[in-house]
């Protein structure tokens, strides 16, 4: 293998000259570095990762842990980190299927030291785990978790301002009887894009029926069993607010098996505006969240935090959300602003 020390010495330059040319750092002037470049790679040489990292107490990767890979909209997160992780020259490190606390803890300490920042999505995390598996020096951005602390950078979607607005839109269609297909149990949002719902439902004067509030653990299977359930109550809803876009489709795959006219005898909406949900028949209305500019936003966050140290002020941001309204509903295909209530009672519109 060729060594650092044998490139210094083709290239009649210092050990030290190779180290700064490959690590970008110090002093080289440009026909000096092009010469050492250009000889390492007539002698194939290749720089070792790890004496690269201890070196310049940097790795050039940043952590993504995920609960899951399956799905559009963790391949649609996948996809925005990805992209914006390689224009700026660093490498994504991916774990996911942590399905409990004790194998998040395990992930952390495995990302620990081997990447400059470290993007988290999980259901079953704590401040104190955090605290107790990572140094205070480690940035991390938190994406849609419920996190009580500031001590971390964090984006949210709205989740309820979502589930409310498409609430009131079901209910300006007229609807009496409107369920909800609900996502897993003890998830931050799932838990608010019901929140959203029942609000909506409680402004409207509508009763709020147990037996319209069907689990679903946010997928095609789930929604597809809920439906089955919801079509066998007497009498049905008529319109049906899955929280995720993958129940929407199960549900949307169960009315079709039993006979159920979309939207015709029941109306139908998801949450997050998957990119087939515009090509499904009929063509799914949804709350459109910017799920690929998720990823985006999460690796400029951690990166901002890297270039700085962590010793940045820390932020937490509500991405807003949308409605994209299609034939699933009894609508033409639109997009347009959500207008719910804030923690003020007070009317906000939200635009993404």
């Given at each position: 293998?060729?060594?650092?020390?044998?490139?210094?010495?083709?290239?009649?330059?210092?050990?030290?000259?190779?180290?700064?040319v490959?690590n970008?750092?110090?002093?080289?002037?440009?026909e000096?570095?092009?010469?050492?470049?250009?000889?390492?790679?007539?002698?194939?040489?290749?720089?070792?990762?790890?004496?690269r990292?201890?070196?310049?107490?940097?790795t050039?990767?940043?952590?993504?842990?995920?609960?899951?890979?399956?799905?559009?909209f963790?391949?649609e997160?996948?996809?925005?980190?990805?992209?914006?992780?390689?224009?700026?020259?660093?490498?994504?490190?991916?774990?996911s299927?942590?399905?409990?606390?004790?194998?998040?803890?395990?992930?952390?300490?495995?990302?620990?030291?081997?990447?400059?920042?470290?993007?988290?999505?999980?259901?079953?995390?704590d401040?104190?785990?955090?605290?107790?598996?990572?140094?205070?020096?480690?940035?991390?951005?938190?994406?849609n978790?419920?996190?009580?602390?500031?001590?971390?950078?964090?984006?949210?979607?709205?989740?309820?301002?979502?589930?409310?607005?498409?609430?009131?839109?079901?209910?300006?269609?007229g609807?009496?009887?409107?369920?909800?297909i609900k996502?897993?149990?003890?998830?931050?949002?799932?838990?608010e894009?019901?929140?959203?719902?029942?609000?909506?439902?409680?402004?409207?004067?509508?009763?709020?029926?147990?037996?319209?509030?069907?689990?679903?653990?946010?997928?095609?299977?789930?929604?597809?069993?809920?439906?089955?359930?919801?079509?066998?109550?007497?009498?049905?809803?008529?319109?049906?607010?899955?929280?995720?876009?993958?129940?929407?489709?199960?549900a949307?795959?169960?009315?079709?098996d039993?006979?159920?006219?979309?939207?015709?005898e029941?109306?139908?909406?998801?949450?997050?505006?998957?990119?087939i949900?515009?090509?499904?028949?009929?063509?799914l209305?949804?709350?459109?969240?910017?799920?690929?500019?998720l990823?985006?936003?999460?690796?400029?966050?951690v990166?901002?935090?890297?270039?700085?140290?962590?010793?940045?002020?820390?932020?937490?941001?509500?991405?807003?959300t949308?409605?994209?309204?299609?034939?699933?509903?009894?609508?033409?295909?639109?997009?347009?602003?959500?207008?719910?209530?804030?923690?003020?009672?007070?009317?906000?519109?939200?635009?993404?």
């Amino acid at each position: 293998m060729t060594t650092i020390k044998d490139v210094a010495r083709a290239a009649g330059v210092s050990i030290a000259t190779v180290s700064r040319v490959f690590n970008n750092v110090g002093p080289v002037d440009e026909e000096t570095r092009r010469h050492v470049r250009q000889v390492a790679s007539q002698m194939k040489y290749v720089p070792n990762a790890l004496g690269r990292s201890l070196s310049i107490r940097r790795t050039d990767a940043i952590g993504l842990l995920l609960p899951d890979l399956f799905g559009e909209f963790f391949s649609e997160v996948l996809r925005g980190s990805d992209q914006t992780a390689q224009q700026s020259h660093y490498h994504l490190v991916v774990s996911s299927s942590h399905n409990n606390k004790e194998e998040i803890e395990a992930a952390l300490a495995m990302m620990r030291g081997r990447v400059d920042g470290l993007i988290i999505m999980s259901p079953h995390l704590d401040a104190e785990s955090l605290n107790e598996n990572l140094p205070q020096s480690q940035p991390v951005v938190l994406l849609n978790c419920y996190v009580q602390s500031d001590g971390f950078d964090a984006l949210n979607v709205d989740n309820f301002g979502g589930a409310y607005a498409m609430t009131k839109h079901l209910l300006s269609h007229g609807h009496e009887r409107i369920a909800i297909i609900k996502g897993t149990e003890r998830n931050f949002d799932a838990a608010e894009r019901l929140r959203g719902y029942r609000l909506a439902m409680q402004e409207a004067g509508r009763t709020i029926s147990p037996d319209f509030e069907i689990g679903g653990n946010f997928s095609e299977s789930g929604g597809y069993d809920a439906a089955q359930k919801l079509i066998a109550i007497a009498p049905r809803p008529t319109a049906i607010f899955a929280c995720n876009d993958s129940m929407a489709i199960g549900a949307m795959s169960a009315l079709r098996d039993a006979g159920v006219q979309i939207p015709e005898e029941v109306a139908l909406a998801g949450f997050d505006d998957v990119p087939i949900a515009p090509y499904l028949t009929p063509a799914l209305t949804s709350v459109h969240v910017g799920i690929h500019n998720l990823g985006v936003k999460a690796i400029e966050t951690v990166l901002h935090a890297v270039r700085n140290k962590n010793g940045h002020h820390k932020q937490q941001i509500t991405l807003e959300t949308t409605l994209s309204l299609r034939e699933s509903c009894g609508c033409e295909q639109q997009h347009i602003t959500n207008t719910y209530p804030d923690r003020g009672g007070d009317v906000q519109t939200a635009t993404y």
